[in-house]
């Protein structure tokens, strides 16, 4: 079987030449189980001398954007690559090397058991250092909401380590520039894939700057917006119809109950605003089912 380890990179010339050497160091393993490693780096427009000195690392491919495009960018470069090249499994592995290149093959073995097409790590269990607050505030919010959209058991859903096998690698679809983490689990719900979680370890970044920022969400926020409406879109609109036409039914309700106790001149005052909640309220609630049964249809197909 074939496996490609694929490290996108944005200016870590620094460390790319470490990390290379640390993921080669597991060829011998891989070996041993019947496996073929592939290191390849993406490069995201780099400034720096990244590719160069990946190519003196000994990578076997560099996959080169022209400019940086972002970090899911660069992963669906990758995916891409592999499903061209006919890989049977992709690793996602970070170039910071906060993750431990001896937790690739465990968390391969789902996939080998074949009880999982997508395999997340998870950080928390062997954590050796503080998370700053506002990634930890962030993986919360963004883990928490992928398990109420999936129902799967999701502990950390946003590592910089994860595998998935070729029946996902021919079938996925990832839009966005950034926030590929969510988009792959969203994309594998909806497709009816399978997921499991393998405890890896994680470290404290010793070069380079991470793109977790305060304006991270603003970024990821309209994507996942948008991935939310396309896979489950009763989950957007049944909400938000509910919401206004329980207003306009509850406005007209009190002002009918006002009306029979006298204390009103006609049964309803605000006639325009009832039915403009109303009517709203059940078109969006209408809107979110076609739009439910044409993403049903389209699953099917």
Not at 140 to 165: C, K, S, Y
Request: charged share 20%; net charge positive; aromatic share 12%.
């Amino acid at each position: 079987m074939k496996v490609a380890v694929v490290v996108p990179a944005f200016n870590e010339g620094k460390i790319i030449q470490r990390t290379l050497r640390a993921l080669r160091g597991q060829v011998p393993r891989f070996a041993e189980a019947g496996l073929e490693l592939n290191l390849w780096l993406v490069d995201d427009g780099s400034t720096d001398d990244t590719a160069q000195q990946a190519q003196e690392g000994g990578v076997d491919r560099v996959i080169t954007h022209r400019r940086n495009q972002g970090l899911g960018a660069a992963v669906r470069s990758g995916f891409k690559a592999a499903r061209q090249a006919g890989m049977d499994i992709l690793i996602k592995f970070d170039a910071d090397l906060q993750h431990d290149p001896d937790d690739l093959l465990p968390l391969l073995q789902p996939i080998l058991r074949g009880e999982a097409d997508v395999v997340y790590g998870n950080r928390f269990p062997r954590i050796t250092y503080r998370m700053p607050l506002v990634r930890k505030a962030g993986n919360i919010v963004f883990t928490g909401l992928m398990r109420w959209l999936t129902g799967w058991p999701l502990e950390d859903g946003q590592p910089g380590l994860l595998a998935v096998n070729r029946a996902y690698l021919q079938c996925f679809y990832l839009p966005g520039d950034y926030n590929y983490t969510q988009q792959v689990l969203m994309d594998a719900y909806r497709k009816g894939m399978s997921f499991a979680h393998v405890p890896v370890a994680f470290h404290p970044r010793t070069t380079g700057k991470s793109f977790i920022s305060f304006r991270y969400p603003f970024k990821v926020l309209p994507q996942i917006f948008m991935v939310l409406i396309a896979v489950r879109p009763l989950k957007v609109f049944a909400p938000i119809g509910l919401l206004f036409f329980l207003l306009g039914a509850t406005l007209f309700t009190v002002e009918f109950f006002q009306w029979l106790l006298g204390d009103a001149p006609k049964p309803v005052n605000h006639v325009n605003l009832v039915l403009g909640l109303t009517l709203f309220g059940l078109q969006t609630l209408f809107f979110g089912v076609l739009a439910h049964l044409i993403v049903e249809f389209k699953n099917r197909e």
